[in-house]
């Protein structure tokens, strides 16, 4: 599955929050989309899952614009959301049987896939018969992982997929995504922790105000760029600043 972003736009109050972006997603690919807080990378994701329409410019999979067939669209890829919105009043298994069957698959085999996947990703049997209104943080995004995964889609869009996951799970998934990419699947990693990006993907999209302002491999950035590190290839691209100075003076005020 290829997904190609061209001169994608999308404006709120005659802003541009995401200016003119164009990239591509391979078989194979793990990328990461990175930008700092406001940069546009969440309005992004959500014009290529189909939840906002774009202004301006194209989203195709496999050279078909996805507006066509939206729904076989969705059928082949898994999203996993910045936020976790989920409805508080089910349970863990009652929202993953719900997504699961959205999915088009029998229910059946959404029971065994959920029971088994909570297994693998430390979620407790007796956790699934709570409401997820009683869930932490990390739990939450256990089962969006989990919906994201049980209809074995093509690609991966995630968006800050490890907030809130112990040490554990955090393994767990990183070699999980390693994995997926090797047989085939494709991923966009969309995060502002460069740590995690550098530690994961081969690729770096860094958006800054809208706008790419580099596309690469990893190593190839930093060659270009000369650093050591991808922090400091963001710090020179995106930031801008000195952090080093910037961090003495907030000191003097803290101490003054």
Same mark, same amino acid.
């Given at each position: 599955?290829?997904?190609? %972003?061209?001169?994608?736009?999308?404006? $709120?109050?005659?802003?541009?929050?995401?200016?003119?972006?164009? $990239?591509?997603?391979?078989?194979?690919?793990?990328?990461?989309?990175?930008?700092?807080?406001?940069?546009?990378?969440? @309005? @992004? %994701?959500?014009?290529?899952?189909?939840?906002?329409?774009?202004?301006?410019? *194209?989203?195709?999979?496999?050279?078909?614009?996805?507006?066509?067939? !939206?729904?076989?669209?969705?059928?082949?890829?898994?999203?996993?959301?910045?936020?976790?919105?989920?409805?508080?009043?089910?349970?863990?298994?009652?929202?993953?049987?719900?997504?699961?069957?959205?999915?088009?698959?029998?229910?059946?085999?959404?029971?065994?896939?959920? &029971?088994?996947?909570?297994?693998?990703?430390?979620?407790?049997?007796?956790?699934?018969?709570?409401?997820?209104?009683?869930?932490?943080?990390?739990?939450?995004?256990?089962?969006?992982?989990?919906?994201?995964?049980? &209809?074995?889609?093509?690609?991966?869009?995630?968006?800050?997929?490890?907030?809130?996951?112990?040490?554990?799970?955090?393994?767990?998934?990183?070699?999980?995504?390693?994995?997926?990419?090797?047989?085939?699947?494709?991923? !966009?990693?969309?995060?502002?922790? !460069?740590?995690?990006?550098?530690?994961?993907?081969?690729?770096?999209?860094?958006? &800054?105000?809208?706008?790419?302002?580099?596309?690469?491999?990893?190593?190839? !950035?930093? *060659?270009?760029?000369?650093?050591?590190?991808?922090?400091? %290839?963001?710090?020179?691209? %995106?930031?801008?600043?000195?952090?080093?100075?910037?961090?003495?003076?907030?000191? *003097?005020?803290?101490?003054?």
């Amino acid at each position: 599955m290829r997904i190609e %972003v061209e001169n994608l736009t999308r404006t $709120f109050n005659r802003v541009n929050v995401v200016d003119g972006v164009s $990239f591509r997603i391979d078989p194979g690919d793990l990328a990461g989309y990175l930008g700092p807080n406001g940069a546009g990378k969440s @309005t @992004t %994701v959500r014009m290529l899952t189909g939840l906002l329409e774009p202004s301006a410019g *194209a989203i195709r999979c496999d050279g078909t614009t996805i507006d066509k067939d !939206l729904p076989a669209y969705r059928a082949r890829i898994g999203y996993v959301p910045e936020e976790t919105h989920l409805y508080s009043y089910l349970t863990g298994e009652e929202y993953l049987l719900m997504a699961g069957r959205l999915q088009g698959l029998p229910s059946r085999m959404v029971m065994d896939k959920l &029971h088994r996947m909570a297994d693998l990703l430390c979620l407790r049997e007796v956790d699934l018969y709570l409401p997820l209104g009683n869930y932490s943080k990390g739990m939450k995004q256990k089962v969006l992982i989990i919906a994201a995964l049980m &209809h074995r889609p093509e690609t991966l869009i995630l968006d800050e997929p490890f907030s809130g996951l112990d040490v554990t799970v955090t393994a767990i998934l990183r070699a999980f995504l390693n994995r997926f990419c090797a047989n085939g699947g494709s991923v !966009l990693f969309s995060s502002h922790i !460069l740590e995690v990006v550098e530690r994961l993907c081969r690729r770096v999209i860094i958006l &800054h105000r809208g706008k790419i302002v580099a596309d690469s491999t990893m190593a190839e !950035l930093k *060659a270009i760029r000369r650093e050591d590190t991808v922090e400091e %290839v963001f710090s020179r691209l %995106v930031e801008q600043v000195d952090s080093e100075k910037i961090a003495g003076e907030i000191l *003097a005020c803290s101490v003054a």
